[in-house]
């Protein structure tokens, strides 16, 4: 328990700290949903996109200027967008080795399974050769 002395210190540290702006906590809470959302079987996932959101949104909590803070907030809002309809996760499968993935449409969730193909040699032969070609070209 804390003394008298500490919880009045504690609540003199609280008031000079400063009041989010409410258009970049909530713009703070969708981009947690969302990567809640995406992760939600991932725990590693999960507690690495919290802590680069935290970190990266603490290091403009100063932002006071209105042209840098709508920036901001522009870009969290793309950032959720990607998240919410860029980012696929696959697991592979331990009998099959195929990869499955859960896509999710307008409509309803879907799941499908991809199996990796091998890529052969005149495969990365022919990869080689029109990589060379365009390097040659420029």
């Known amino acids: 328990m804390l003394s008298r002395t500490a919880a009045r210190g504690l609540r003199a540290m609280r008031a000079l700290t400063t009041t989010p702006n409410p258009a970049t906590l909530a713009a ?4 947690m949903r969302a ?12 507690d690495a996109s919290r802590a680069k959101l935290r970190d990266e949104f603490l290091q403009h909590r100063g932002a ?10 522009k870009g969290a809002a ?6 919410r309809n860029n980012v696929v996760q ?3 499968s331990q009998d099959s080795g195929a ?8 409509s309803n969730e879907d799941e499908f399974a991809h199996r990796a193909e091998p890529v052969d040699d005149l495969e990365l032969a022919l990869a080689e050769a029109e990589l060379s070609s365009k390097e040659g070209k420029s």
């Open 28 to 31: 703070f809470r969708r981009l």
């Open 35 to 46: 990567r809640a959302a995406l992760f939600a079987d991932d725990a590693y996932a999960l």
């Open 64 to 73: 006071t200027d209105a042209g840098e803070i709508d920036e901001l907030l």
């Open 78 to 83: 793309e950032v959720e967008d990607l998240l």
């Open 90 to 92: 696959g697991r592979q």
């Open 99 to 106: 990869f499955k993935f859960k896509v999710k449409g307008s």
